[in-house]
């Protein structure tokens, strides 16, 4: 038998049921995520290898649009949307129906996808989803992504967007929106606009955000195999984008920096999430910063949600949507 680690605790191979309080949808979406393999990265040096993993992401893309359904997607949520080039940065701009012409409340969408995904059109369609969702216009960032662009190409960005956007809509007006990669953005995003004496946002939703990339959360363990996205098999991923730099920056992991002027913050995760931890660590330290803080665990919920069709993801969406209209002036 090998040596357990001093610090560690070896927990024995065993079954973990679904939970039987969870919707019929979300007991579906859990069981399918169960049947997919897990995605077998490279190592964090091999810029060849993950040209490939991208090439091969973005195929997958094309397929989506080729086959029509993206605007299927798009056409479903009853929202216009535009494209424009604010500073240079492509950006989204999603206006659900029935948005009054003087409403002047806009979210600024950051999109997860580890930082090599979700940009182009599927950033077109996160515009659309999110303003149907909230009710509210949206602005969805298309940063630069690897293996392209590096850090801080992508953070780059979306200080750029937020800079233009409070100019044209005021602070008051805006809040800003991440999930996962995107939740890093996001933190990392008003860290940068503090220290640039930039205003803040009137409000901040988070979730599940990669705010730790030292990877010293819990829950990268404990629901190591739980969750189908994230757990040890994404490692390299993060050591991907943070390659070469202090992994304890705060541009890199915003929970090492001063979160006092962070506006109010709602942070939403599951209890399968792989970064669990990561959402309720960040949660006790805006609290311990003096920053008002909502927290949400919803059971059995995985990174990403479960099939955005669920109860529980309608739940989910109307704890942002609500926070947000709080907030908002």
């Given at each position: 038998m090998a040596d357990i680690a001093p610090d560690a605790l070896r927990v024995a191979a065993h079954d973990v049921p679904v939970p039987r309080s969870l919707s019929e949808g979300a007991r579906r979406a859990l069981d399918a995520s169960a049947q997919v393999p897990r995605t077998i990265l490279p190592r964090a040096d091999d810029d060849d290898a993950w040209e490939g993993v991208v090439a091969g992401q973005r195929a997958q893309e094309e397929q989506?649009?080729?086959s029509g359904l993206l605007e299927t997607y798009i056409a479903s949520t009853r929202t216009q949307v535009d494209a424009r080039l604010v500073d240079g940065v492509p950006v989204f701009v999603g206006t659900p129906d029935g948005l009054a012409d003087d409403d002047q409340r806009v979210v600024l969408v950051i999109h997860g996808g580890g930082w090599t995904q979700g940009g182009g059109q599927l950033t077109r369609l996160a515009a659309a989803l999110e303003a149907s969702s909230l009710g509210l216009r949206t602005w969805?960032?298309?940063?630069r992504m690897l293996p392209g662009h590096?850090?801080?190409?992508s953070l780059d960005d979306c200080v750029a967007v937020y800079r233009s956007l409070i100019g044209e809509a005021g602070a008051a007006n805006v809040a800003v929106s991440g999930t996962s990669a995107g939740g890093n953005l996001a933190a990392a995003l008003l860290l940068r606009?503090?220290?640039d004496g930039l205003p803040m946002p009137a409000a901040l939703g988070l979730w599940t955000p990669a705010v730790d990339l030292t990877l010293d959360g819990d829950s990268w363990h404990t629901n190591d195999g739980l969750d189908p996205i994230i757990g040890q098999h994404s490692r390299t991923l993060v050591e991907?984008?943070?390659r070469g730099?202090?992994?304890r920056n705060p541009s890199l992991s915003p929970i090492f920096g001063d979160l006092s002027p962070f506006p109010p913050t709602v942070l939403i995760s599951g209890t399968r999430d792989g970064l669990l931890s990561d959402t309720v660590r960040f949660h006790r330290q805006l609290r311990r910063s003096g920053v008002e803080a909502e927290l949400h665990v919803f059971e059995g919920l995985p990174h990403g949600g479960f099939d955005f069709m669920s109860p529980e993801d309608a739940e989910r969406a109307t704890e942002f949507r609500a926070f947000f209209?709080?907030?908002l002036a």
């Open positions: 989506l649009i080729a969805a960032v298309d940063y590096r850090y801080p190409a606009a503090a220290a991907f984008y943070t730099e202090d992994p209209r709080r907030h």
